[in-house]
């Protein structure tokens, strides 16, 4: 049973870069096969995707946010990791990271089947 | 960019309730559409998968249909465990699309 754990500061102040980390168990980055994602959700609100990493390192990420994003990948830890840079309040949201299985027709894009429990990341001063 | 909306928004009904939540995307996704449970303080559950496919170990009251552009999650007779959040999610095109959501709860 692949299970994963975010894991970084609950606080960040505005200007800042946001950090966190996903630690992966019960299945490997490394074997391939999946995407690694990262999900937020503003309190409330609804999903939004961020991004997502292949264990070779590839990167696609949500074109809203691209600018600030940077999803890189650890195998050697079995770890993904997020940062968002310039941070303003409207990022304080639930952070989640998430597998993707791919679509076999479509490069690029698939379902999440196996999520973290999320970690709230406040934005303020 | 593929927009995916719900309806309802908002949907209050009873135990023993057949209910039924339609997605609809903004262009053809074929049947490239999941669906996800969100219960308060928890992570999004994977229900369903390429419109009609139950994921494994999700009870079979739950039952997806569609194709195209129009797409329904129906729960045969609701339980007090199904009171929750369900979201829509197309992955058709390079990118992931979440539709709104739409809150089942108690009559």
């Known amino acids: 049973q692949v299970q994963l754990q975010e894991s970084g500061p609950g606080l960040v102040k505005p200007s800042q870069t946001l950090s966190l980390t996903c630690t992966v168990s019960?299945?490997?980055?490394?074997?391939?096969?999946?995407?690694w994602s990262w999900i937020r959700q503003h309190p409330g609100k609804g999903l939004e995707w961020i991004g997502y990493i292949y264990y070779s390192g590839s990167t696609y990420y949500n074109p809203s946010l691209k600018s600030r994003v940077t999803i890189s990948v650890d195998t050697s830890k079995n770890q993904f990791s997020l940062k968002l840079s310039s941070v303003t309040a409207a990022d304080t949201a639930v952070y989640y990271c998430a597998r993707v299985y791919p679509n076999p027709y479509y490069y690029g894009s698939g379902y999440f089947d196996y999520w973290g429990q999320g970690t709230l990341v406040t934005v303020s001063s | 960019d593929i927009q995916m909306t719900q309806s309802p928004s908002t949907l209050s009904a009873s135990v023993g309730d057949r209910v039924t939540i339609t997605c609809r995307a903004s262009q053809s996704i074929s049947s490239w559409l999941a669906w996800y449970q969100q219960k308060p303080g928890k992570a999004p559950k994977l229900l369903i998968y390429?419109?009609?496919s139950l994921e494994s170990g999700v009870p079979s009251r739950f039952s997806g249909s569609g194709s195209g552009t129009e797409f329904t999650l129906t729960i045969s007779s609701l339980q007090p465990d199904d009171f929750a959040t369900y979201y829509c999610?197309?992955?058709?095109?390079?990118?992931?699309?979440f539709g709104p959501g739409t809150k089942v709860d108690i009559k």
């Open positions: 019960g299945g490997s980055i490394s074997s391939g096969g999946y995407y």
């Open positions: 999610q197309q992955y058709n095109s390079y990118s992931f699309t």
């Open positions: 390429k419109a009609s």
